[in-house]
Nanobody
Framework: QVQLLESGGGLVQPGGSMTLSCTIS????????VGWYRQVLGKERELVAR????????TYSDSVKGRFTISGDNGNNVVYLQMNSLDSEDTAVYYC??????????WGQGTQVTVSS
């Protein structure tokens, strides 16, 4: 069974930085994509960033492009989301996601990020 565990959320001031981590465990055969989504209460979950382990490449939402960076540590099965220049619009619950080649989605439990002074 695949499990994803996020960490690193919390409170940060506007303009600050924060790094989220997602540790992936379990048997995984060539995930199609690994990424981060976020959700604000009352709104749909939206893609923030993801990368494609097989073909390479990354995608970012327009709202975070140039401020957020997704990266992976294959040796430890950890995915990071480095977030810079944070503002109140980035406040949300952030979820780690893994999509298999069979298009099955696995999710972490989420970690709250609050940007406030």
């Amino acid at each position: 069974q695949v499990q994803l565990l996020e960490s690193g959320g919390g409170l940060v001031q506007p303009g600050g930085s924060m790094t989220l981590s997602c540790t992936i465990s379990g048997t995984i055969f060539g995930p199609t994509a690994v990424g981060w989504y976020r959700q604000v209460l009352g709104k749909e979950r939206e893609l923030v960033a993801r990368f494609f382990p097989r073909g390479g490449g990354t995608t970012y939402s327009d709202s975070v492009k140039g401020r957020f960076t997704i990266s992976g540590d294959n040796g430890n099965n950890v995915v990071y989301l480095q977030m810079n220049s944070l503002d109140s619009e980035d406040t949300a619950v952030y979820y780690c996601n893994l999509r298999t080649s069979q298009m099955t989605d696995f999710w972490g439990q989420g970690t709250q990020v609050t940007v406030s002074s």
